[in-house]
């Protein structure tokens, strides 16, 4: 249910824009192979699960499909709307926004057509409003059209594999920002990424303005051993080897305490386990035998996904209190708009006052907050009364917001 209810969000955004910017679906097609890698791996995530809907269906396991569905619709709403929100917020409407509608609306209605079986209401109901409205020839109900064939052309299993690790590299990322404790919206300087080899890092290069903007970061560095950014302790799992080494049990852990810690984890990462004596005998231990721990060195939030590791260096400069502090004032804004029940097309006069650090951050980012939250006029200074006010403190900066719709 409440996956359905994200496909139902990102169809309510898609109308949205649609509307403001007269999309039409029935004007000649962008060709897919010019269209971002956005666009393309979307839709060649749709012809897998177009495979899997239909292969579920034909034998009678609805259930299957549907989990298919609804994790498809999660990438759809987590990933490809989010990371391509921008090209549909942008006042030009050039061939790029264009071809973000196109593909965004393609998904939504063979989406429809997929889930018409197990919801035939709720689709339905979509498919007049996306379909019907723009053509009048088409059949007069999702249940009369035809169920969607997977097109071959549109497969990229390269690209695919490449968003994957994309994908990867940003949730490790975003789990070594929290550990430092660190807010997303405040941009950082790099981030280091170790990932299997050489053709991965490739991929990840490939695609990585996503990586950058997803973890508001301004460069990616590849880490060649995360030994010199982290340090290790090696500790016994007593849950494991209490059982099998009994009263030895303090021995083992003894043997554990004068290893070289970096060291013996290399070993366990390459050859599966480490060696250890006990009483004179060896034993060998492996990954499940061990508590592994690794502390980030100061500095730096590091956190591992799937055998991938992400360094993020949390050292804040002028420069990026200055960018942050912008986009907590974007930030703030935007909840001011909305509290005030602004469509999302409303243009706003925007008053912002505070120390000179504010002072600072309008200067050099005045223009960006402008365009982010539509104000034809930034001004600074006293305030009007009766409009809508916020007053927080934003990264340490005691601020006075206020707006008016133009």
Known sequence: KRRMLTLWNVYSFFVTYARLDGFDPTVPRIPVAERPDLDRWALSRLQGLIDTMTASLDD?????????????????????VRRGRRRYWKSDSDDDKQAAYQTLYELLTSMVRLLAPVMPFWTDDIYQNLVR????????????????????????????????????VVRAGRAGRNSANVKLRQPLRSALVRVADDADWDAVMALQAHVLDELNVKEL????????LVDYSVRPNYRALGPRFGRQVRQVAAALAALDAPAAVRELDELGSIQIEVEGVSETLEPGDLDVRRTPREGFGVAEQDGIIVAIATEIDDQLAREGLARELVHT?????????LE???????????PSALHETLAAHESEIAAEVLAVQVNKGPQPDNAPAAAPT???VPVKVRLTRT
């Not at 999302?344 to 505070?354: A, E, F, N, T």
């Open 60 to 80: 009678y396991l609805v259930h299957r499909g549907v989990q298919a569905a609804q994790e498809f619709i999660e990438e759809l709403s987590n990933w490809y």
């Open 133 to 168: 409205r723009a053509d009048s020839d088409a059949p007069s109900s999702v249940h009369l059209t035809d169920w969607p064939e997977a097109d071959d052309a549109l497969r990229d299993p390269e690209l695919d594999a490449a968003m994957a690790l994309a994908q990867q």
């Open 221 to 228: 560095r590849r880490m060649t051993s995360e030994h010199e």
């Open 333 to 341: 804004t935007q909840g001011l708009r909305r509290d005030a029940g």
């Open 344 to 354: 999302v097309s409303d243009r706003i006069q925007l008053w912002i006052d505070g």
């Open 394 to 396: 934003l990264n340490g």
